[in-house]
C-alpha cells in the first residue's frame, strides 16, 4: 500500500491551476460527445495553452514573497553522459562555524536535522529508500520499470487522460523550544535526471495525444506553515503523430546557505524536495515518463544532515 504524502495536502491545490483536472476533462468529454467537432478543437487548444507551460509565478494563489528561485539554481543540458560531481561539498561543522563567527549567535540548544528517506507516491513506481543505494542517497532507477509513471492512454475518445506520480525526499527536525531558531540548509548537488516517451498516432492539424511534464518543486515547511518554496517545469514534451524519446539533465545545485525563522515547540521543520511526473494521453497516444536519478551522490546516509540552531 503506497504511503500517504504528508506535502500534497499543502501543494496540490496550488499546482491544480496548471494541470488538467477532472472538470477540464468532463467538459471536454462532453463537447466531444456532442459531435460539435470545432468546439471540441477549441477546447483542447484552450486547455493545452493552460498547461503547456508551469511557473511558481503563474499560482495566483500563491505569496509571491514566499518564492526563492536563488534556491532552484541548477546545471542543465549538460549531456546524457552521468558522472559524478567534480565540486566538494562543505562540511556541515564548517558551515555552522561559520555561521556562529559570522553572525555572532550564542548558541544554548542544537538540534539535527536529518534526511529521512525517499518515498513514491501516486502512480510513480519504484522501491522506497531510507539509505545510500549503488552510491545515490534517494532514487537511482537500476531496472526498467522502476520510477516510472507509464500513461497507455484513453480508451473512449480523444480526451486526454491524466496519470501523475510523485516521489520526495525529507530532512525533518522537531523544534524542542518556543523561540527564534536558525537552519542550516542542507548543500550539495541533486541528480534530477531521466526521460519521457510520448507516442502519437494523429497528425500534425489534431490535438496533442501524448503529452510529458516533470516539474521539481523544494518547500521548507514549520508547523503547518509554508516558509519558502522554489521549483518549477524541469522538462516537457508532447506530441500529436510521433514516436519519441527525450532525456532531460537538471540537476539542481543546493548552496551553502542558512535561515531565520520562529517556531513553536513541537513544530516539525520539514524541507521537501519532490519530482512531480504528469502524463497525459488520449486513444491514439501513449505517454511515460522516468526518473532515472533522484539524489544525491552520498557515502553514508548521514552525508547531507545539518542542525537547527535556536538564535
Known amino acids: 500500500m503506497k504511503a500517504k504524502d504528508p506535502v500534497a495536502e499543502l501543494l ?6 496548471s494541470r488538467e483536472t477532472k472538470d477540464d476533462l468532463v467538459a471536454l468529454r462532453a463537447i466531444e460527445k456532442s459531435g460539435n467537432a470545432e468546439s471540441f478543437r477549441q477546447a483542447i487548444a ?3 495553452r493552460k498547461t503547456k507551460h508551469r511557473g511558481l509565478e503563474r499560482i495566483k494563489e500563491l505569496d509571491q514573497k514566499l518564492i526563492n528561485q536563488k534556491a532552484f539554481a541548477r546545471a542543465v543540458a549538460k549531456g546524457t553522459q552521468y558522472t559524478m560531481p567534480t565540486t566538494l561539498k562543505p562540511s556541515s561543522s564548517s558551515l555552522l562555524a561559520e555561521l556562529f563567527q559570522t553572525q555572532g549567535i550564542k548558541c544554548d540548544c ?3 536535522f536529518t534526511w529521512m528517506g525517499l518515498n513514491a ?3 510513480m513506481t519504484g522501491p522506497n529508500r531510507n539509505d545510500v543505494y549503488q552510491g545515490i542517497l534517494g532514487a537511482n532507477r537500476q531496472y526498467t520499470g522502476e520510477y516510472t509513471v507509464t500513461n497507455p492512454g484513453d480508451t473512449d475518445g480523444k480526451g486526454r487522460v491524466p496519470l501523475n506520480g510523485q516521489m520526495h525526499m525529507t530532512f525533518e527536525a522537531s523544534v524542542p523550544q518556543t523561540g527564534r531558531w536558525c537552519l542550516l540548509m542542507p548543500a550539495g548537488d ?3 535526471r531521466g526521460h ?3 507516442v502519437g498516432q494523429g497528425n500534425s492539424t489534431t490535438s496533442y495525444d501524448a503529452k510529458v511534464w516533470i516539474d521539481y518543486y523544494q518547500l521548507l515547511i514549520v508547523g503547518s506553515t509554508l516558509v519558502e518554496i522554489a521549483g518549477g517545469e524541469i522538462h516537457y514534451d508532447g506530441t500529436r503523430s510521433e514516436s519519441r524519446t527525450r ?6 545545485v543546493l548552496g551553502p546557505r542558512y535561515l531565520f525563522f520562529n517556531a513553536n515547540s513541537g513544530d516539525r521543520v520539514v524541507l521537501s524536495v519532490r519530482i512531480e511526473v504528469d502524463t497525459a494521453a488520449n486513444e491514439d497516444g501513449t505517454a511515460v515518463g522516468t526518473v532515472d536519478y533522484f539524489g544525491f551522490p552520498a557515502n553514508t546516509k548521514t552525508d547531507y544532515d545539518t542542525f537547527l540552531i535556536r538564535a
Not at 496540490?12 to 491551476?17: M, N, V
Not at 532525456?247 to 539542481?252: C, G, I, K, L, S
Request: net charge negative.
Open 121 to 123: 507516491f501516486g502512480n
Open 12 to 17: 496540490e491545490p496550488l499546482l491544480s491551476q
Open 110 to 112: 542544537v538540534v539535527p
Open 190 to 192: 541533486l541528480w534530477v
Open 46 to 48: 484552450d486547455l493545452d
Open 247 to 252: 532525456y532531460f539533465d537538471a540537476d539542481v
Open 196 to 198: 519521457s516517451k510520448v
